[in-house]
Structure formats: C-alpha cells, structure tokens
C-alpha cells in the first residue's frame, strides 16, 4: 500500500492483476479494501518486458503509438527477511473507500480524520488493518472495517459514498459538530435495514431517526444522492463528469470490468534458436553492430538471456547477426495507422500449416485421419500440446460490462490506466494445451448458400439490428451464418469435452476462425491455460489423439444438442420478434461461461447444428442433421 513508507498487504497472482483485480479495481483483504493505482505509481524497472509483436500492435491501434512496450506486473523474489528491498516492490494500491466504521461503536468516519490508526504487520501482511480509538473487551482497540456502500457512474468514476451529504438530505451543516453512526437493524443485511444517524443532529434510530440506505437505491437515487465528481481514485484525480452516480455495495462484481486483447504466441522461426532469437531481436538487433565482446557482455546482463542461455553465445551471436540482414534486406513497412491488426490471419495459418511444429511455446501434431463419420465435413484435426497466452489491460469499464467483440466499446466509457497517455501496458502469459479443428470449404459454402439457411439467416439478421437499434447503436457488421453455426459448435463441444477432460467447463475457451471469400477460414481452436509455467496436464490433448474417440465425443455433442429442457420455448426463439442476438441457445444447452465465451454467448444458434423439436424452422437447416 502506497504511503510515505510503503507497506505490504497481500499478494496476487499476475494474471489476477488483468482478469480480475486489474488497475481502477477494488481489492477486498481480509481486513481491507484496497483500490490498484494506475501506471504512474508503478515501477517499471522491476516489470519485465514481454516480446509480443501483435499484440503490441493491436495495443497501439487502442492508445496511441506512445506505447512502446508490453510489461509483466513488477516483481523480485522474495528472501527470509521481510525488511529488504522485495517487500517494497510490487503493485502498489491505496486504502479505498477512505471512510471506515468502528465494529464496536459504529462510528463512521474519514480515515483522514485521526479517528482510525493504520496497524501493519510485515511478518503477516493479511493482518493489517485500521482501528478505531474506542477500547473493546480486554481493553483493546476494536478494527475498523471499509464503509460497505461507494458509488460509481458509466463513465468509469469511482468515489466514496456522499455520507454528510446523505445523512443530512443534501443540507450540509456548517456549523456544529456532527458524528456519524452506521448502524444496522435486524440479521437481514439488505440495505434497507442500514441506518446513517447523526449523533449532532440527535437522530434516535428508536424513535424514527437516521436515514435508511434503502434511498440510495432504485428510482430515488437521481434525486437523493449528488452528481458524479469524476473521481478516479487509481489516479488520484478528478475530471468532469455528467453521469449519475450509482451506489454500489463494496464488492459488487459489476464495480470493475477489464478491457483487453489477447492473442497466442506464434513460432517465428523453423528451430527453438530462431525462434528464441527472433522473439526478441527488438532489443538485440541494436548490438548487431557492435564488436563480439562487447555485445557479449552486455546480452549477458539482460533481463531475457535465461531464455538463451542454453543455446550458447556464440550460438546466438551468429543468428543475431543473421537476422538482423534479413530485417535490413526485407520489407517490414508497418501498417498504416488506419489499417487494423489481423489477430486471426496468422494464428489460422500457423494452426494450418502441413508441417507439424515442436517449440517451447508453440506445439503442433496433426492426427493421421479423421472420424469415419466426419470425414466429409471435418477436413483434419491439430493437437496443440502447448501453446503460449498473452494479454494485455488497456482499460476498463464499470457499472455495465463492455460487449467484447459485439460492440466496439466507446472510448468515453473506457477508463484510462494511467494520467497521461501510457508507455507501456501491463500484460500476462498463460500456457496450455489445446484441440484445434479445421473444417472443409466445399460442403460449409454450400451450405451457407441453401435456401433453408438464408431464411434462418434473415431471422438472425433481423435480430441483429433491432439489438442494436434497442442500444441506439450504429450499424455492425453481421458476422455470418459461419460464424453462428461454428461458434454454436464450439459451445457443444466446451460442455462435452469437459466432462471427459477433467477440466471444468469455465476453463475451456475458445477461438473461433470464420471468414469466407478468398482467405476463407473455418476452424475452432478449444484450448486451456494456466498461469503456472509448466501449463497444464494434457488432458485435452489426450481426448484427440484418438480419432474414433473424437468423433464419439462430436456425436455425443450434437445429440445433446437435438433437445433443450426449455423445449420447446428455446428451440422456437425467433430472435427477430425478441430483438435478440442468438436464436435457439440458452443457459440450459449452449450458454458458456464468460471466460469461455469470446462473443459473450450472442450468436448462438442450435437449429444450424442439427434438426430440434421446432416445426416452424424449414427442413435441411442443420449442417450436421
């Protein structure tokens, strides 16, 4: 926690700090909320930077060409003792929301006051806490424990809960001195039961006194609560702001939604040389120039020369020099400011390439047959026995959760990382393992083009725009009926594969690849990943080195598919009359979990997979029927 003299409060894991507890976020400790402050308190010297080219340049597209580089959270390994210069460096975060209530007399109260004093404990950092000066049995000071209400507004502010201003409807006193109680009535918990008194004012809660927290709430917040002042309290900054305010419970899991790309490591070379030198020949081509032994010296002392060790200086000296001919010789003119990174086109070429491949961060193995029964719509099968994970934070948004790939978020609703525009990013790696499917072209284009499917097509279009015209947004584009019917695969196969796996269904993720014309693609990456260095335990893999099994696996999918336990309300959904984005797909057969989901479970259709219990739909729409 950031004061004059640092202090330790606890620990997360890196991919916590993007996922979940990421910049502008609330932290709940065991005797503390804490809120991650922006880039500007980090330091940078101890967060290693990561080699990530794509990704770097999908990043810039969002923040501006200022981004130079993309960091892992700062960090150094610890020691026994707790006083040395590693219990100082990490992410650093404030005390947030200031104001704090005594858990023996209820007093209300500003940190900022002098009512509270902060206890740490370096030996135990889970044990830091406030307290409050009243004594408590035995004569101890009771803890203090965070006010348990804050507000927020669309716009990403962030701001205490307007106490005085709420205990007095709006009329501030000037004068007198005016002690704040929260006190509860009743087991329930349910803000209604919250009373705010003013010990100045004489509130009596016996006699009717004290204001309920239930007026903070619902249609009256407009009216009883002030407007939003724009605070940012990860920067320790205000802006102008005319949103209304919400309040919050302390912990909502609406108060903090991270925006953010990812995408996999790629093989940048044939061999783990190359490869290992190409992905970081940002830095290393500025010493191509220099004589041997000076370069020598100082490529030793960087931060990535674990990765190279093994290969060996002279090794690495020689396909240094190599490659940086090759950069000079070739055409690597970056994309103009208006032209949109490509995630997929690379990643669908390195997953379809006839070779198989076998490095550290990136492992193909192409299965010698397909299924029987699949052969004519399953063109092969790619076991990924590992693969590398990278994301990156470039914002994010509160109170409503961004709509991921279906809306392009706007800009006002994204909160900045930092005060001014960032250099660099925070970013995590994740490794895992994963099932890649490829689906042949003819069969797929022509079912895209039957009469059957283009009627569908018009129920999910007609959907599609009233959605957006429902959220007054601009026209998007239709991602394609490709798109639907692989996605809606994808999902079957998520619930399917996780029963056999041993992993479950929420830590199974999927990459969709749908384009159609010249660089058609039609595939699905489901994959796993875990933060831990060595990945995961190979359990996807193992389900597809089988064929048969496989194909076993795909028909036990579709068949679940056939019938929903909401039939036949889900199977008749007709997304055009309900303004939706799916049709027949619900939380009992096709919705996923959101961090298995890329689309957030919009375009989603079963009746494109096989036939249901439907009879308004026209016969021959299921690809797979």
Known sequence: ????????????????????????????????????????AWKSAHAAPLQEDRLLDAVRRKLGPQ?????????????????????????????????????????????????????????????????????????????AVPARFVMACEAGHLDDFPWVYFAHRGQVPETGEHTLKLVEQGTTGEAASVLVICEGCNDDPHQG??????????????????RCRGRHPHLAAFESCDQEPRTMVLGATNSWFPTQMRVFSLPQGDTALKDAVAGHMNTLKAMAALPKDIAEHTIRQMIFWADLDEFGFDAVWDEVQAQAVDTQSGDTAPPS?????????????????????DLPDFTTKHVGRVAKNHRERLA?????????????????????????????????RIAPLSAKAPEWVPCAEQRGEGIFLRFAEEPLAAWESAPAVKEREKQLIGGHERWRQARNLPPADWPGMRYVLLHSLAHCLIRELSLEAGYSASGIAEKVYARGGTDSMAGILLYTAAPDSEGTLG???????????????????????????????????????????????????????????????HYLDRTLLVDTISQDLPAGLGYFR
């Open 1 to 40: 926690m950031t004061n004059n003299d640092p202090i330790r409060v606890g620990e997360l894991r890196t991919s916590q700090l993007l996922h979940t507890f990421g910049i502008g976020a609330l932290v709940d400790l065991p005797n503390l909320s804490v809120v991650v402050r922006g880039l500007d």
């Open 67 to 143: 981004v130079k580089e993309l960091r892992s959270p700062p960090w150094v390994p610890s020691t026994a003792n707790v006083f040395d210069e590693w219990a100082k460096i990490g992410v650093p975060v404030s005390a947030f929301p200031r104001w704090l209530r005594c858990t023996k007399c209820h007093r209300l109260s500003s940190a900022d006051s002098g009512a509270f004093d902060l206890i740490s404990t370096p030996y135990s950092p889970d044990r830091t806490r406030y307290v409050h000066g009243c004594r408590g049995e035995g004569n101890r000071r009771p803890a």
């Open 209 to 226: 006194g004290g204001r309920s927290m239930g007026e903070a709430f619902g249609p009256e917040n407009a009216v009883n609560l002030p």
């Open 337 to 357: 400011e208006d032209e949109e990174v490509d995630l997929a086109g690379p990643e669908w070429e390195a997953f379809t390439r006839p070779e198989d491949v």
């Open 380 to 412: 092969e099968v790619v076991l990924v026995p590992r693969l590398r994970v990278v994301s990156a934070l470039y914002g994010f948004t509160r109170v409503d959760a961004p709509e991921f790939d279906v809306v392009t978020t706007d800009d006002n």
């Open 539 to 601: 359990g996807l893999v193992a389900l597809g080195t089988d064929p048969d099994r496989l194909g076993l696996l795909i028909d036990h999918a579709l068949d679940a598919a056939r019938l929903c336990s909401s039939d036949p309300l889900c199977a008749e959904h007709d997304p055009d009359d309900h303004a939706r984005l799916h049709g027949a797909a619900c939380h009992v057969c096709l919705f996923a979990s959101e961090t298995s989901c890329e689309r957030n479970n």
